[in-house]
């Protein structure tokens, strides 16, 4: 088993930034690849980006490139996603997801996920 944990959401105003973070324990040495997606009311889940576990691979959403950026610290079993120039329409509960192959937007490769975590953005 692996769990997963977030943090880092909060409140911001929109054009703020916000680093997410998901910390893996558990049977982590079975994890290839790592995501992120978000669900706002409403809302079916969307992806929003993935990193392979090696961090070669990395994939977005259209709708956050070259806003977001994940990124893994193997050594801490943490993978983060740092957002920049938020807008309210980011405003959804973030969950971490990890999966045993590099899926990268496709849900289903992902086994474990995490709590949750809601990111608010203001106008």
């Known amino acids: 088993q692996v769990q997963l944990v977030e943090s880092g959401g909060g409140l911001v105003q929109a054009g703020d930034s916000l680093r997410l973070s998901c910390a893996a324990s558990?049977?982590?040495?079975?994890?290839?690849?790592m995501g992120w997606f978000r669900q706002s009311p409403g809302n079916k889940r969307e992806f929003v980006a993935a990193?392979?576990?090696?961090?070669?691979?990395?994939d977005y959403a259209d709708s956050v490139k070259g806003r977001f950026t994940v990124s893994r610290d193997v050594g801490k079993n943490t993978v983060y996603l740092q957002m920049n120039s938020l807008k309210p329409e980011d405003t959804a509960v973030y969950y971490c997801?990890?999966?045993?192959?590099?899926?990268?937007?496709?849900?289903?490769?992902?086994?474990?996920w995490g709590q949750g975590t809601q990111v608010t953005v203001s106008s």
């Open positions: 990193i392979s576990w090696s961090g070669t691979r990395t």
């Open positions: 558990g049977r982590t040495f079975i994890l290839d690849a």
């Open positions: 997801a990890a999966g045993p192959s590099y899926s990268g937007p496709y849900s289903a490769g992902y086994i474990y």
